[in-house]
């Protein structure tokens, strides 16, 4: 008798779409595990027949279906739903005489993220600073170099606020506000292929899922890829109807030849 193997080391994509849209599932990027956690609140009737105790009956009921997810790459709408937020895509521009409020110390933050800048003068426009001597650029502006001109004007001006004028040009950018709305439901294909066992696909399908925000979050990492980790509630989808048909998930397992 020929004995079969049901091993299992799967990888795959994970694709989402915004539940009930109907539109093509997106892959959301690498992602190093999915892991299926099923919650039970366990009902029990001991057994009073004999002193011996026991029990006699015993009920689990489920209290939750939750995806422990741990994204590796971070595209823009999906950053946007870890965070609860809103993704807008703001084009590459040019910006005349921003006004700002200049410090020897720290950075002097821009509206806009700066690609090249062309100038800085005091506010009036009539003293130009030139960059290195004066001013360097940072990722989100511009930072006053001690020792040059910028910094004498500032300090030359005592008490009284000292403000520059900044021409410069900006990147395209996707600009991501969080906590601007409650989370958002999603439907995830997870599409898989097993490496052991049957050696054939796998597919499972979360019909409606709340994504939480995310729990951890790596600005910083040398040591390894960043990771965004964090939860999906599967919730009830009724419009998923018929007999024998679930409205939670679905799991195909591609059959091996017989």
Same mark, same amino acid.
């Not at 004999?50 to 999906?78: A, C, H, K, M």
């Given at each position: 008798?020929?004995?079969?193997?049901?091993?299992?080391?799967?990888?795959?994509?994970?694709?989402?779409?915004?539940?009930?849209?109907?539109?093509?599932?997106?892959?959301?990027?690498?992602?190093?595990?999915?892991?299926? #956690?099923?919650?039970?609140?366990?009902?029990?009737?001991?057994?009073?027949?004999?002193?011996?105790?026991?029990?006699?009956?015993?009920?689990?009921?489920?209290?939750?279906?939750?995806?422990?997810?741990?994204?590796?790459?971070?595209?823009?709408?999906?950053?946007?739903?870890?965070?609860?937020?809103?993704?807008?895509?703001?084009?590459?521009?040019?910006?005349?005489?921003?006004?700002?409020?200049?410090?020897?110390?720290?950075?002097?933050?821009?509206?806009?993220?700066?690609?090249?800048?062309?100038?800085?003068?005091?506010?009036?426009?009539?003293?130009?600073?030139?960059?290195?001597?004066?001013?360097?650029?940072?990722?989100?502006?511009?930072?006053?170099?001690?020792?040059?001109?910028?910094?004498?004007?500032?300090?030359?001006?005592?008490?009284?606020?000292?403000?520059?004028?900044?021409?410069?040009?900006?990147?395209?950018?996707?600009?991501?506000? #969080?906590?601007?709305?409650?989370?958002?439901?999603?439907?995830?294909?997870?599409?898989?292929?097993?490496?052991?066992?049957?050696?054939?696909?796998?597919?499972?399908?979360?019909?409606?899922?709340?994504?939480?925000?995310?729990?951890?979050?790596?600005?910083?990492?040398?040591?390894?890829?960043?990771?965004?980790?964090?939860?999906?509630?599967?919730?009830?989808?009724?419009?998923?109807?018929?007999?024998?048909?679930?409205?939670?998930?679905?799991?195909?397992?591609?059959?091996? #030849?017989?």
């Amino acid at each position: 008798m020929t004995i079969k193997k049901e091993t299992v080391v799967i990888g795959g994509h994970l694709k989402a779409r915004e539940q009930g849209s109907g539109l093509p599932f997106q892959k959301v990027g690498l992602v190093s595990t999915i892991q299926h #956690a099923t919650e039970t609140n366990s009902l029990t009737l001991n057994d009073t027949t004999t002193p011996q105790g026991g029990e006699y009956d015993s009920l689990d009921r489920v209290t939750g279906v939750t995806l422990n997810i741990n994204f590796r790459e971070i595209f823009s709408w999906v950053f946007a739903a870890l965070v609860w937020g809103d993704v807008t895509n703001v084009a590459a521009a040019t910006h005349t005489g921003e006004i700002k409020r200049a410090g020897v110390d720290g950075t002097i933050a821009l509206d806009h993220m700066p690609l090249t800048i062309s100038g800085v003068s005091n506010e009036a426009g009539d003293t130009d600073f030139d960059e290195d001597d004066d001013w360097i650029m940072t990722g989100s502006g511009i930072q006053v170099v001690a020792g040059g001109a910028l910094e004498a004007a500032i300090e030359a001006a005592g008490t009284t606020p000292y403000n520059v004028s900044v021409d410069y040009s900006s990147a395209e950018v996707d600009v991501i506000e #969080a906590l601007t709305n409650s989370g958002k439901t999603f439907e995830f294909l997870f599409e898989g292929e097993n490496a052991a066992g049957t050696q054939k696909r796998v597919e499972a399908r979360f019909f409606m899922c709340r994504l939480n925000l995310a729990t951890t979050m790596d600005w910083i990492n040398t040591e390894d890829f960043g990771a965004f980790e964090a939860t999906a509630k599967v919730l009830r989808d009724d419009s998923r109807v018929g007999a024998g048909t679930s409205k939670y998930f679905r799991i195909k397992k591609e059959k091996a #030849a017989a």
